[in-house]
């Protein structure tokens, strides 16, 4: 009897370590997944139809701590702020490549571009790309510049930047760059070396 | 049937233990770390300085972090290794000693004899932790310095014995208390209905006497010391108000009656001033003549619940630029060069604290330290300012306080940059919209430390800190002449 009662013990503790470890994996799953859903809703494709015209991006690259102006042509939305919305998400892409040159957090993306009074850009980001972005002063300042001068560089009348996420202000990007102001396209290009 | 019941009864123990377990099995992996209660602290005081640690429950006993009790004293070189740990200290000018642990086992060795501790040695996140109560045995084998201990309050004076203070009452014309001091000091001054409080955060000291003392008096009738948590605190108490002043610079404080409040309607002045009022007086701040000097205040970054970046899952940012900052100012010291620290434990500050903080501390010169896992080497940034040409709503006049300051912040970050060339060490230099630079109204810089190399872990290497902290040093001290002194 005892014998047995054991044996059913042993049992119980054995499914009991393997429910456990099945949690664990749960939540691994689910993480993975959140990350995977996120990235795939990224790379939505502009509309195929309409004439491909030239961008410029300005990506940053960690290494040297400088932006590279890269010139490539794209199929773009013909209304401004989703036309600007489309570049920018375009560079956000390039980040969350493996091979990227200036890893961002998983499943960042831009929300919305609202052009206000001609000159001034409102972007809003969603909550990864905030809470998800690396931590550092260089990082965080290449982001915001990267933002800005490619704006700049693809619509030359926006000369203020202001950047949002969620909707909301936000004291920084990811405890360093300070997201309360509004950065002038003029002034950010000193922030960077330019790599032609 | 009775067998039965029995039996079922049996399965059913059986079953509630296995559900225990596996409650448990199952929190264990899905509960993120609780968050400990607010945890108490050790205040050191050493002749450089004043500092606190942390002082953590583990096993049912306090425990401290051994580099986190070393650090500010000298230079110290931790390295885990799986569950052994070996730390070697090195003092200013000193010889290195060493101490070496094992994770989970209370015998170790400790400037070269075999060392017994009181509870098992905890290793976690490459840390090592030592019971609270060999703190001061540790001090003295391996910082080789002499202790007194406070258990009670956990105040620790390590190189030079506690400030002694006197306590004399005089009876002139009026009875006036004279608490003097072997040196000056800056105790944060309450009073209320009959008493003035003194609490002292920063200095070690003790009553050269009784702890509490009566004296026959019709104004001041005694004076109360107490120390807890930390915190050495003196209660002079008396029949009517009572008021501070500093005298012999910062070396005695005078406790006397606190004059009369002005008469409502305007009168000439009484020539004998009397204190017959109820109305508590505020003590007067210190009053000493301030001459300019040049201060460096460092800033390192982040601190308490904001780690800032994780450089690796057991390096958090926040306690490499604390570690940073204290080599910057050791390196400082060795050329002359007075430097105070924004915060010296793992405290958390706001932005807009730190700008209030640096603002109200006038440095020469600020510098504010952290690191990242972004990029290789030496990255020294000053303030990316807002345009001028912008409308005022754009920017409060708070954001600009850094632009009278640009060219001279501009030159530090050149000279700084000079010598980690020299060094030989990779580098950029940078502009950037960081937080607090531009409320900063002194000139300001922000060096990040990233890895030189593709070894991450290096970045906390003594030898990788050494190089950075002597940089910065020579940095600053080589633009001193630059560098207005200013007037506290
Ligand atoms: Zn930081």
Redesign the interface.
Known sequence: ?TRR?LL??AA??I???G???Y??QL?RKVARDEQLAAQQQIAIAPPANGPSTPVTLYVAS????ALTKTEMNAVLPAERSERDRSILRGLLELYLQPQTSHPIGAGADIRDVYVMGDDTAIVDTNSAFADAH??????E?LT?ASIVTTLNANDARIA?VKILVNGQER??LA????LR????A???G????DVP | MSLFRR?SR??LV??A???V??TA??Q???VVHAQPSEPSQLTVYSPQTTYSVPVLEKNGQPYVGLVELLEPLGTVDARPDGKKYKLRYTPPGGKPREAQFTEGKDKGKLAGNGYKLPGNFILQSGRGYIPLAVVPDVMLRLATLEVEYHPASRRLFAGNPPERFTLELRKDTTSRLFISFPAAVNPSISTEAGHVHFTFRREPVIPAGADSVKFSDPLITGATFSEQAGVAELDVLGTAPLMANFADGGKTIIVAAAPAPPPPVAQAPEPSAQAPSNVPVPAPPPQKPSTPRFLVLIDPA?GGT?V???ITPSLA?KDIVLALARRVQRELANRGIAASLLRNSDVALS?DQRAVAVNAARPALYVAL?A?????GV?V?TS????AN?SRQ??LPW?TAQSAFIDLSGSVAGSVAAELEARKMPY?T??????PL?NVAAPAI?I?I?PATDKVEEIASASYEEQVAQSIAAGIAAIRGKLPEVRP
Do not use: C, W
């Not at chain 1, 102001?181 to 002038?184: E, I, S």
């Not at chain 2, 990242?372 to 290789?376: F, Q």
């Open positions: 009897m009662i059913v013990f119980l503790v499914i009991a370590i429910l456990a470890f949690a664990l939540r960690d290494n040297n701590g690396p931590s550092g002063v260089l990082a300042e915001v203020k004291e920084t405890g360093h760059a300070d102001r509004f950065y002038l003029s002034n950010v000193q922030a960077t070396k | 039996t049996r399965y059986v079953l233990v296995a559900a377990i596996a099995f199952v264990r992996h899905l982040h904001d800032g970046a994780a940012e932005l952290h990242a896992n972004t990029g290789r990255h940034f990316l300012l807002p345009a912008l754009d920017f954001d950029t940078l502009v950037a919209p960081l937080r531009n922000a990040e990233a």
